[in-house]
Nanobody
Framework: VQLVESGGGLVQPGGSLRLSCAAS????????MSWYRQAPGKERELVAH????????NYADSVKGRFTISRDNAKRTVYLQMNGLKPEDTAVYLC??????????WGQGTQVTVSS
């Protein structure tokens, strides 16, 4: 059972990044998927959520209109497209999977740094 994030890095304010989270070892299409982020000294924050079939999404107010979550169940991957990045978006971004029975899985995270 594994979630592996990729796509983080250093980007200038106003730039874009696309994060990916590849899943293995569990029934990906049955799990709801989320992206969280955690900045130094701050609590972990839910950024975006998508239902198992991808029919419904939700976003934190701070990223609405800038970030888009999507998933490809055939590729067992969830994505987070981040546009209009701001310095306050700097954090470790973590992928999470949750089953209907409440089982939660977490990836190790990928660092996103927004700085000029």
């Amino acid at each position: 059972v594994q979630l592996v994030e990729s796509g983080g890095g250093l980007v200038q304010p106003g730039g874009s990044l696309r994060l990916s989270c590849a899943a293995s070892g569990f029934s990906f299409s049955s799990y709801e998927m989320s992206w969280y982020r955690q900045a130094p000294g701050k609590e972990r924050e839910l950024v975006a959520h998508i239902t198992s079939a991808g029919g419904s999404t939700n976003y934190a107010d701070s990223v609405k209109g800038r970030f888009t979550i999507s998933r490809d169940n055939a590729k067992r991957t969830v994505y987070l497209q981040m546009n209009g990045l701001k310095p306050e978006d700097t954090a470790v971004y973590l992928c999470s999977a949750k089953s209907r029975t409440g089982v939660s899985l977490w990836g190790q995270g990928t660092q996103v740094t927004v700085s000029s």
